[in-house]
């Protein structure tokens, strides 16, 4: 009960309840890494189906072959961020690719980055620093005549951030939407600067955000997944591609807890 209690008291983190931003991209790999990061995007649509939450596609740059370049897409429910947080970072796959036709397993890996999302109060974002390009959706250029097929890509010019979005048939709608993803990676980064100033009074392995740390490998010819944060492997890949996440979200939340709890008694 008394670790119960010191559990409890720990601060909960004032993110966990919101809504997010997610975006995946295939990383080293060509094709094959292109196929993982489509394999991760259905992956987090299922778990998401299985916990009630409502996803919408803002962007995707898929490869034709069943792949995907990159995907940003919204997840909204109760305590998203708070399951969610942990994914980012490098994931690796380790498999034969359908192309490869002497059976050898190949390496490739996938990014993925979770933002919260961020409200209006909590981002002030000046009108006068943004510019903003109309375009025909599937391509950037020209003079759009067509209004159902409008396409929205907004630059944040002190920061460079480039966010487009070309999912709906309305501009407007488009723009909202930029502008929500717009939002959370300014958010993000703001987020970044706190985490990197609490890693340096403590540890903080499991939830630094860093995307350029390999977090997990995917073994399918052994039906293999590792957690290299937390040392955890479990047997189970093909459930877990599927959708069935819980047990290694919990897993991480208790190891977050536990760096959280000892840290607490440190000082």
């Not at 996938?110 to 009108?127: G, K």
């Not at 630094?208 to 047997?235: A, C, E, V």
């Amino acid at each position: 009960m008394d670790e119960e209690i010191k559990i409890l008291l720990l601060p909960k983190d004032p993110n966990d309840n919101k809504n997010i931003i997610m975006e995946i991209r295939a990383g080293t790999g060509g094709e094959e890494a292109a196929l993982f990061a489509g394999d991760l995007f259905r992956m987090y649509n299922r778990y998401a189906e299985k916990r009630s939450w409502k996803v919408e596609l803002v962007d995707i740059n898929d490869t034709g072959l069943g792949g995907i370049k990159e995907a940003i897409f919204s997840i909204s429910g109760e305590n998203v961020y708070g399951d969610l947080k942990f994914e980012s970072g490098v994931h690796r796959v380790q498999r034969v690719p359908a192309t490869e036709g002497s059976g050898r397993v190949h390496t490739s890996a996938a990014s993925v980055a979770v933002l919260p999302e961020a409200e209006d109060v909590q981002v002030d974002i000046n009108p006068g620093d943004l510019r903003i390009d109309i375009f025909r959706s599937g391509g950037a250029g020209g003079q759009n005549v067509n209004k159902v097929e409008t396409a929205v890509r907004i630059t944040h010019l002190p920061t460079g951030l480039v966010v487009q979005c070309q999912d709906e048939r309305s501009q407007l709608k488009n723009r909202q939407k930029a502008m929500k993803v717009l939002r959370a990676r300014l958010y993000d980064a703001k987020l970044k600067e706190q985490t990197e100033h609490i890693s340096a009074q403590r540890k903080n392995m499991v939830g630094s955000g860093d995307r350029s740390d390999k977090i997990r490998t995917y073994n399918f010819p052994q039906n293999r997944i590792t957690d290299h944060r937390i040392g955890l492997t479990l047997y189970n890949l093909l459930n877990i591609m599927e959708g069935d996440l819980s047990q290694l979200i919990e897993q991480l939340k208790l190891a977050d807890r536990t760096e959280k709890l000892q840290a607490s008694v440190e000082v």
